[in-house]
């Protein structure tokens, strides 16, 4: 007798694959599924018992059983209990196509450059895949209750702890994990800090600069000035003059020049800092993590004793940008008015990659990446280096012995342009200093470019010399 | 003979233990690395032979040559042709300490509740823990060189793609990847969303309403009014009389006030925005994946055929907000204007989230897990309803059979705050609407709870309300 709210099904007929793959439970889920999506089985029709289609199909009433919990799980389904499994209403039911036919971006044009001498990215070949891979395994496994909730705002503080004591060793930077931020890339902790600082606030930046960074400013409405540097940096005058209160400076190593800020002018910077009460240095440290010969030197944060400096740093050139990661270092002063202010933003970076980078630091990881990736880059360096010194007769390098870049100015009579021009025919990218200044000031007199060396294999880079040569000279 | 550039070391002597989980050259490796460290072996020190040395520690030459190399490549010793190892300069050797204390976060305390109605948070005993482990070990096999580059800065074409067919199954959204922007929570988006309309751009909030959007739109120094609502929600006649421009609504279910937008209320907003080039609806789609009886209700988004909707949606309710993912489909016009203006903003989800999400997606798992996750949310409503019908006499339940909360009116006397109260005495925690009204209106004469229930265990949730009973009536 058909029951009142439903409708008898005959039998389900499907051939079960045993050789295949899929297991068998999941092909007869599968079948029925798309038999009820596709309006073959309505709304009350009785699937027939477990007992009846295990033996019409041949396969065990397990396997049935999987295959209707299945369904009832996802609601395509109902258990009627003491009565059977009737197909759901699909009201409601989520159906996505199986597969999707994807278009290639055409957003993004693949280069046809033989060689890159970009600034952006890490080297190709010595990332710890399978470290990252365990770790993030691990994480998965032992954080189930953390991976459902909303973390810490600020970022997880095990990872913050970690990243106190690295760069208080790496770096010299003295803070506590209370201090930290950790955000994903500079762009947001930028917005972060432009949120902080009054709307009237007037920010200094360096010219030339990290391009981006007048784009934030500017996208953001806030004052700004590009202000020209001397060989040592910024000038303490040029921010007096400007009524700046806010300065965002690279001393460790300036971007794009290369050079060190020395000790002299950071102590300068500091005394105009600490004149005013709403003055305040943004310290941009974002390659240091690699300087290749002498003394390591020490962050401005560490030499800080007013709690005016403000630090940023993030696993772009340490590790790799497809992380992500980055973080700021508040003076206690600005983490009360951000604790008041801002910390309802939620930290964007995933849980899961925080606690993976917690645990890379923390089991010595980190520590390992980074002196065996000193030791990759001051070999890229030097080959650079040899080959220009070698191959390329009138230029001159500049920028210090740190870092992923440095600053090549050809004195062949071409102009910037030309020069990127002529290296394109060559196949070869090479990338003007004049992007990297705000004003059109300067642009068209310069001939200098910044040649990038993390991405290039060490032994592409006499070749790719080679062609510059030929391109040139 | 001591060679010129180095003085020579006699031995070293470490007890090399073979039934340590630590390999013999690792234990070897930091055993040198640590006398290095502490100055011990000083520059140009001559380690001992590889064939001395093993001889000496009785273990074979392969394990001497795997430390050295450890060594050689982290930088402590260099490896001279023909002559042997020697101690490096220490300059800019990051060191890390092995083992760090961590103290307990004092920022988060613990709560002492039984039971938490919270509406943030997601099931916690669903989640596909394996199934993300798995697509996120492949990933990290697989896409070896893009985990090594910064992504496309609207994010993963492939998952914007995926995306883009889900929204339209799901949710009736009509859109191309192209229109696609992959973020970090709906507090990115609405940051770059400031940033694209123009400065002086009056945006409209609901009141009551998502309490963090007027504290981002405070922050960023926007103007903005928070607008009464009606039983079907944002009044397009206050748009008007607020010279409002844009306007940020909850249509598929009013936050807090659990309302569904009836369709005739909708196209008067649509009208609306379609009489003014300038204005434009911003529609949020938290958590409308779960609609528990009746047909779905499609989103806004495909509704509109004058380009005029931004759509807005994460994975905070369908997944877990740890994962952070949010998107947002932008209308053509716009989507031009953020090319120009914002596309410098790179994509701030790390890119192995958003490959394993686009595989999650793709291979059918977030299909499985959204009909699977309504399931179990339905039961938890339906549970809470029965309780709070069977134990709680005086009280009216208000919002849509959709989503992961609904609405309580105590009708006991108390005001908000005595309910809150007498609830807490009890181990219970509930929240009232009342600090999702902008203004304090109203505030005073609340006495209605918004109660989620994703959080709580299916059996908590019976006895969680016969505390409320008693903390109540």
Known sequence: MVPVWGKNMNMITIRLNQYSSEPIYEQLYGYIKSEITAGNYTFNTKLPSKRQLS?????????????????????????????????????????IPDKSVVSPDNSFSESSYRYDFSHNGVDRESFPFSTWRKLTNDIISEYDSDLLKTGNSQGDFNLRDSITKYLHNSRGVVCNPQQVIISSGTEFLMQLLIQLFDKNCVFALENPGYEKLNMIFKSNGSKFKALPLDESGMIPDALIKNKAEVVCITPSHQFPTGNIMPINRRIQLLNWANEKSERYIIEDDYDSEFKYSGKPIPSLQGLDSGGKVIYLGSLSKSLTPAIRISYMILPEELLKIYNKKLNFYICPVPTIEQKTFYRFINDGYFERHLNKMRNIYKKKRENLVTAIRQLLPDTEISGANVGLHLILKINNGMSESQLIKTAQNRGVKVYGISQFFLNNINKTRQSSLLLGFATLKEDEIFKAVHLLKLAWF
Request: proline share 2%; glycine share 8%; aromatic share 10%.
């Open 55 to 95: 033996a019409h199909l041949q396969c065990s009433q397990n396997t049935v059983q999987n295959a209707y919990h299945q369904l009832v799980a996802e609601g395509y389904v109902v258990s009627k209990p003491k009565s059977g499994f009737y197909v759901c209403k699909l009201d409601g039911i989520v159906s």
